[in-house]
């Protein structure tokens, strides 16, 4: 891995930030806090830069919350200015983590995501025998620091570029020396960059063709059962070994059965919600028909809301089961296209 240096001009260029406050307040722009950050944008953005140069610049500042859908999570939220440091570092370094990722991992990359994640495993379940799936337990909470920062020192040399990302990493841990915070636009590169490491080693040093990884979650195929034991057990052992992190109890069965990925089994020649996907598009979209049928929401906000629901679902085979739910919750609403 070739080492690259004098990044942080580049981040600390007015124009990069000017551009990385435009990214932090998308979607977000009637927060109090942004409109307090925009209406003295030149000298707040001018002194985002004399700390980025000057090594100065605050981290660290969250306001925590907890999620419940599909699981709970605690979320941290940085300050908006902040936000504006993480989309500027990005911006420049980004481009960097991509390189290093392979072309079969899905997360938080343009052109992937999680569709493109399962189709690739649908295209190729019909074609073998076995499957293996592994995640990591607690990934999030479970990232060490140490390990995350050499991985970082092997790829940038920019010896004040490394200071901040040290900073912003030990600026929070679930546990003593572990952890990086689920919300931090850093984070999400940060575990990807992560985990890419193995990828490489399964890729290259293990050989295995047809591999798919979604942030955590990961899948192998082979016609050879013995061979995704074999290695299931060299995955773990790096895991344990190199990236201190622990594995949840793999799941090793035949193709024919079912593969459990991202909220689908796939099956070859059929894609399926699992459980667990029904019973959150059943809560969820009663909640939105009953929010729209008192009142609460207008057509639009609920159109606006159950679209993407609606569209989650649509990758699997279920249009019978999206008519049902949208019948039985829809009296007399405009409902969205099944």
């Known amino acids: 891995m070739k080492r690259t240096g004098y990044l942080l001009e580049g981040i600390a260029e007015p124009d990069n930030l000017r551009l990385a406050f435009w990214k932090a307040k998308k979607g977000k722009s009637d927060r109090e806090e942004i409109r307090v950050f925009g209406r003295d944008l030149d000298k707040n953005l001018l002194a985002l830069r004399d700390g980025i140069l000057s090594g100065a610049v605050s981290v660290g ?11 709970e999570r605690l979320i941290c939220a940085a300050d908006f200015g902040e936000r504006v440091l993480h989309h500027a570092i990005m ?18 990359r343009p052109g992937k995501g999680q569709f493109a994640a399962l189709s690739r495993v649908k295209g190729w379940v019909g074609r073998n025998a076995w499957f293996c799936k592994l995640d990591a337990r607690k990934f999030f909470d479970s990232i060490s620091h140490g390990v995350l920062l050499g991985q970082l020192r092997r790829m940038f040399k920019d010896g004040r570029l490394l200071d901040i990302f040290s900073r912003i990493i030990d600026s929070y841990s ?44 990961m899948v192998m195929l082979h016609s050879s059962k013995d061979r995704l034991i074999n290695f ?17 109890p ?43 049928r008192t009142g609460e929401w207008s057509q639009k906000e609920y159109a606006r809301h159950a679209e993407p629901l609606l569209a989650f679902t649509r990758f699997a085979d279920t249009l019978g089961f999206r008519r049902n739910a949208v019948l039985k919750r829809e009296a007399g609403l405009g409902a969205p296209t099944v």
Request: aromatic share 16%; glycine share 10%.
């Open 61 to 71: 500042s969250y306001r925590y919350f907890k999620v419940f859908d599909p699981k």
């Open 91 to 108: 911006n420049v370094c980004g481009p960097l983590f991509e390189r290093f990722q392979i072309y079969d991992s899905y997360a938080t």
């Open 174 to 217: 679930a546990s003593p020396g572990r952890g990086v915070p689920i919300g931090n636009l850093t984070s999400q590169y940060f575990a990807n960059f992560y985990l890419a490491h193995l990828d490489h080693f399964v890729k290259e040093r293990l050989g295995v063709k047809m591999y798919v990884r979604y942030m955590d979650d």
């Open 232 to 248: 299931s057990r060299e995955v773990r052992g790096y895991c344990e070994n190199e990236l201190r992190l622990s594995l949840k």
């Open 250 to 292: 793999i799941c090793l069965n035949g193709a024919g059965s079912g593969i459990p990925f991202l909220g689908f089994v796939i099956f070859p020649g059929a894609v399926r919600l699992n459980r667990n996907s029904k019973k959150r598009f059943l809560r969820k979209y009663g909640g939105y028909a009953r929010k729209a």
